[in-house]
């Protein structure tokens, strides 16, 4: 019994360590969006154990609104199995990503047949994954994801705390540049 319950915590660990891998790799793209003054989300793709695919927002910088992390991180590991395989799908995929997808995101993922999603932090205002809507969950659909969190870490609160500051960074900028038209208006006057 004793070795029984020391292996599952081992297997558990060993689990948590995997996912905290990948999730640094995720966080580490959300940290190039965020360079290049892009909302900074992150996200990678694993299969056999290898990272296939990685993206990070890109909306701005490819004047394209559908450059999201994932579907970014979609295109390449798509991409790799395609060259590598002839596939058209990313069955047996997972993906590790920052912030919860949102539904245009939740639906590629579907189309892409990825079997797990993990995901550090949730988006309460417009995630696809079960915050607001739920496609990955949608038992009409014929595809379901299966859908983990991150548990509560240092690493979770990294990935909340980057998405926090920059919409923190980008309201205060606003508040001033609003402060300094109301300035710029009185001295016209
Ligand atoms: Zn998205």
């Given at each position: 019994m004793y070795t029984k319950n020391l292996k599952i915590v081992y297997i558990y660990v060993k689990i948590l360590e995997r996912m905290e891998k990948y999730f640094r790799e995720a966080l580490s793209e959300a940290k190039k969006a965020l360079e290049m003054d892009e909302i900074p989300v992150g996200a990678v793709i694993v299969w056999n154990g290898e990272i296939i695919g990685r993206g990070h927002n890109s909306t701005e910088s490819d004047h394209n609104p559908t450059a999201h992390a994932e579907m970014n991180a979609i295109k390449e590991a798509g991409k790799y199995l395609g060259e590598k395989l002839g596939y058209r799908r990313l069955t047996g995929c997972d993906m590790y990503v920052t912030l919860e997808p949102c539904s245009m995101c939740a639906g590629a993922l579907v189309w892409a047949r990825i079997e797990n999603l993990y995901i550090a932090t949730a988006d309460p205002?417009?995630?696809?994954?079960?915050?607001?809507?739920n496609i990955t969950g949608e038992?009409?659909?014929?595809h379901q994801v299966n859908v983990h969190y991150l548990p509560d870490s240092e690493l979770k609160t990294e990935c909340q705390e980057i998405i926090r500051n920059f919409f923190r960074k980008k309201r205060e900028l606003q508040k001033e540049e609003k402060i300094l038209k109301r300035i710029s208006e009185d001295i016209t006057l």
């Open positions: 205002k417009a995630g696809g994954c079960g915050s607001v809507l038992e009409r659909l014929n």
